[in-house]
């Protein structure tokens, strides 16, 4: 189940951040994200009451950026990112958006490999982006069209 993120969550967000990055986001950043920004979202992926997986992206105009995401090490490959991806392709359908992008780095294999089967495609290239260690980013994007699925999200209480 997909729900809003809340400053309860940034412990297993955190864990997981910290165990898939070698530069992660501190809890600071994440509290910026949870500021309430009309434009701004932050999501968690719940099992059994645990974070299993987050996103995080903001619109600009008729853009989606996603910032960050992540699905807990023992949870990969059971398509959670896909849904998490497809989830935030359909909010952003909903608030006018027409495409999504990102920056992935070049030796994430994994990650492009998930984007690609979500309908990104590799549109350029940042030389140096990343550091610790330094690396290229390849910047993706994705036309938001209304195949991105269904999903449910929790009700707030």
């Known amino acids: 189940m997909i729900e809003k993120m809340s400053v309860s969550d940034l412990d297993e967000v955190l864990a997981i ?6 530069n992660p986001w501190s809890r600071g950043m994440f509290l910026s994200e949870l500021s309430g920004h009309a434009f701004q979202w932050a999501y968690v992926e719940k099992a059994a009451g645990q974070v299993i997986a987050y996103i995080l992206f903001r619109q600009v ?20 990112g896909e849904h998490l991806i497809r989830f935030a ?3 952003g359908e909903i608030q006018g958006a ?40 390849l910047l993706f994007d994705c036309p938001i069209q209304s195949t991105s699925g269904a999903v449910r999200i929790r009700p707030q209480p």
């Open 17 to 22: 951040e910290t165990a898939l990055f070698s």
């Open 89 to 91: 392709l359909r909010l």
């Open 61 to 80: 105009l008729d853009e989606l950026c996603l910032m960050d995401m992540a699905v807990h090490p023992a949870r990969r490959r059971q398509g959670i």
């Open 98 to 137: 027409v495409k999504m992008t990102l920056e992935v780095r070049a030796s994430n294999l994994a990650a492009q490999c998930l984007y690609r089967t979500c309908g990104f495609q590799q549109v350029g290239l940042r030389r140096n982006y990343y550091s610790a260690p330094k690396e290229d980013a």
